[in-house]
C-alpha cells in the first residue's frame, strides 16, 4: 500500500503534529527529509585557510523513530553491555523542551519558542545526505573541515551510543508518519 501524500503548510504541519496521539511508550517509525545550515568554521580546520563559502546546506533523509523513550534506550543498552544503570549520567538537556501531552516527540524550544521534532535515528536503515555550498551540490569532502565535528554524548556510559536527534519544524521538507507523507508547502 502506497503513502497518502498531503501537502500542507507549516502551520498546518505544526497543528497535525501537535494533535498526534499516540499511546505513552509506544514508538511510531517515520521519516524526515531536513534541510539544515550548520554553523560552518571561518577557517579550514586543517590548513586554516578562509572559508570560501558563504553557506552550506545539508540535506538528509533519515529514517526515525519517534516517541521513543530514551532513558530506557539507554539503560536497556547498559544491560546489553552488562554495566550498571549508575554508569548513565542524567544530566541537563542542551535544549529545555515543552511538551502537548499527545506524544512525546513534538514540542517546542522553550527559550525561542520555536517547534522541534525529536527522534531516534534508525540504526537498521542508513540516512541520506547531500551537502550544497552556496547552492551548488558538493561532495562532503569538500566541505567536511569546515563543519564542526560530531560530539558524542558523554553521559550515556555507553560503548555504542543511543543517537538522539532534535529537528526545527521550520527545517523539515518532508514528514512520514502512519503512511501519510507530509509535504510542507513554503
Request: proline share 4%.
Amino acid at each position: 500500500m502506497e503513502n497518502q501524500v498531503l501537502r500542507v503548510t507549516e502551520l498546518e504541519l505544526q497543528t497535525i503534529l501537535q494533535n498526534f496521539k499516540v499511546v505513552q511508550g509506544m514508538a511510531v517509525f517515520g521519516t524526515i527529509f531536513q534541510t539544515t545550515i550548520p554553523k560552518a568554521l571561518v577557517k579550514d580546520r586543517v590548513t586554516k585557510e578562509k572559508n570560501p563559502f558563504a553557506v552550506i546546506q545539508k540535506q538528509s533523509k533519515v529514517s526515525c523513530i519517534f516517541n521513543a523513550d530514551y532513558e530506557k534506550q539507554v539503560i536497556n543498552q547498559l544491560k546489553r553491555e552488562d554495566k550498571p544503570e549508575t554508569d548513565y549520567k542524567r544530566g541537563e538537556a542542551v535544549m529545555e523542551l515543552e511538551f502537548f501531552g499527545n506524544n512525546d516527540f513534538f514540542c517546542r524550544n522553550v527559550k525561542n519558542q520555536k517547534s522541534v521534532v525529536r527522534y531516534r535515528p534508525n540504526d537498521n536503515v542508513k540516512p541520506t545526505t547531500e551537502y550544497f555550498a552556496d547552492d551548488k551540490k558538493v561532495s562532503f569532502d569538500q566541505v567536511k573541515n569546515y563543519l564542526p565535528e560530531p560530539s558524542k554524548a558523554t553521559n550515556q556510559g555507553t560503548e555504542k551510543e543511543i543517537l538522539w536527534r532534535t529537528v526545527y519544524l521550520s527545517n523539515i521538507q518532508e514528514i512520514t508518519l502512519n503512511k501519510v507523507k507530509y509535504i510542507v508547502i513554503r
